[in-house]
């Protein structure tokens, strides 16, 4: 697939062996404590979403997997080994991500941004090829070849989001994370990139972890669900089991109740 | 008892902010380290290189000339006052070209840039940083310090000598300007006495000065800008920070160096 060496890495992943696993990881900020022993696991292929209010450390859980910041306490598990830097520059190699903000490079041009990686690998792919490969992947997510030029200050949030999804599915990773991909798009292109998302699993085989609050994400996109509450997960299981569970966080959560255990105001 | 109290209190405020300080140094000196250490492994990124050259030095010319020029010609109207004191109105070339070229160029040209430039890199790092653009490099396998501070640092060690250089040109010329048309210096005389007066260590002590200027006011804007704060508020104290701290930083450096070049 990718010509040049260290674009992406084959699948360093074993059968078997989590891609991805927490044991008890904790982090606070100062004197509030946002991961309070978070555990779970990721198997190779498999796709997990995670739900829970805003606030409660969706996006910090998976910055430490990333190692971007560094939990206080607990074990993160990459591929089975505990992340060093070294694992974790491969690892880094077969990932992509969509941050919850786009976080699109605002100096670079919007092809720039989505072939970023292969045009800054240690051998970077030719202008030309780079330029049409992005094109294809703005394809992908819903956006014409003329975005390609423009600048992402040009863009509306909505678009900013669907160039951050390009740029992270570039180099066909092995491993994507997705921080809200829907939030912000219209429900049409919600569903576009719903189907994208899934069609990354299950036709590519690629291990995805993605944070939303949009429960049509979660049923179209989920294998396996977490729901995060006050530090902890509070809610594990196939998405299946889902709208059985008698949890009754998870049941106020997915339905949007007002009243329940987790209190509207905080 | 009181006293005591009060006592013990300042020593501690003493000790803390000393501590602080040392803190300060060692999070700093660790941070320069890792940036340069990048100049050892590839990959590298020379249009990135480019861009900051043209952005520090190139971008920086007019404020540096101008700087220097002012400075020069109100030099030679001071040194003709003073030097008039004592019947010696005759060392204003030499006093011009010693005053720009080992201190005044340097220096304000130091200031200036680090006014420009200092700032101008915290404020971009710094919201790099806190619309997660530096994360975002880290996932896409590029180290931020390599793709962002090394450059910059980098531009401003090249760059900087550059712009002084030029600098010391327009700032002895705007001495010149002074001497030829308003002290009744002859334009051959005031040339000749200014080049013979200079020496190379005058010139290699004003270069030497601005790649290490050049140095720390990239380095500073890189390193607030990257440790910058959450949100609007973060990336402003980033870049006061980053052009006070520049700032005072070429002070004591100046000094320093002109101890060692003394
Ligand atoms: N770098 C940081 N410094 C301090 N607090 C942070 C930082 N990142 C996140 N937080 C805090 O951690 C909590 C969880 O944040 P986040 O994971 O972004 O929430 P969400 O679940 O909505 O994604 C929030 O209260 C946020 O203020
Ligand atoms: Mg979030």
Known sequence: MADSGDIALPDTSTPGVPRIELRDVKKRFGHKRVLNGVSFKVMPGESLVIIGGSGTGKSVTLKCILGIIRCDSGQILLDGQPDDSSDRRTFLKQFGMLFQGGALFDSLSVWQNVAFRLRHARRPMPRKEARERAIEKLRRVGLGPETADLYPAELSGGMQKRVGLARAIATDPRIIFFDEPTAGLDPIMAGVINDLIRELVTEMGATAVTITHDMTTVRTVADHVAMLHDGKVQWFGRIEDMDSATDPYLDQFIHGRATGPIAAIR | ?262
């Open chain 2, 1 to 262: 008892m009181i006293l005591l109290r009060l006592v013990v209190a300042f020593l501690a405020s003493i000790g803390r902010s000393t501590l602080g300080l040392l803190m300060a140094t060692g999070r700093l000196a660790i941070f320069a380290g890792n940036a340069l250490s990048q100049i050892a492994r590839p990959p590298y990124y020379p249009v990135e290189l480019g861009r900051q050259l043209l952005s520090v030095g190139y971008f920086s010319l007019p404020v540096v000339g101008m700087t220097a020029l002012f400075t020069g010609a109100a030099l030679a109207l001071q040194i003709w006052a003073g030097g008039a004191r004592f019947n010696a109105g005759t060392v204003v070339p030499s006093i011009v070209a010693i005053g720009i070229v080992r201190e005044l160029g340097p220096v304000l040209g130091g200031l200036m840039v680090a006014g420009r430039v200092s700032s101008s890199i915290a404020a971009e790092i710094g919201t790099m940083r806190v619309t997660e653009q530096i994360d975002a490099l880290t996932t896409l396998s590029t180290d931020p310090m390599k793709y962002l501070v090394l450059p910059r640092v980098l531009a401003g060690i090249l760059a900087v000598p550059v712009l002084v250089a030029i600098g010391d040109v327009i700032g002895i010329f705007g001495g010149y300007l002074i001497g030829t048309t308003r002290l009744g210096f002859n334009s051959g005389a005031y040339i000749k006495n200014t080049l013979d007066f200079l020496t190379a260590t005058d010139i290699a002590s004003s270069l030497v000065k601005a790649c290490a200027f050049g140095f720390i006011l990239t380095l500073m804007g890189c390193y607030h800008g990257y440790h910058s704060g959450r949100g609007a508020q973060g990336v402003g104290a980033a870049t006061t920070n980053a052009v006070v701290s520049a700032s005072i930083l070429i002070l004591a450096a100046n000094y320093v160096l002109t101890e060692a070049f003394f």
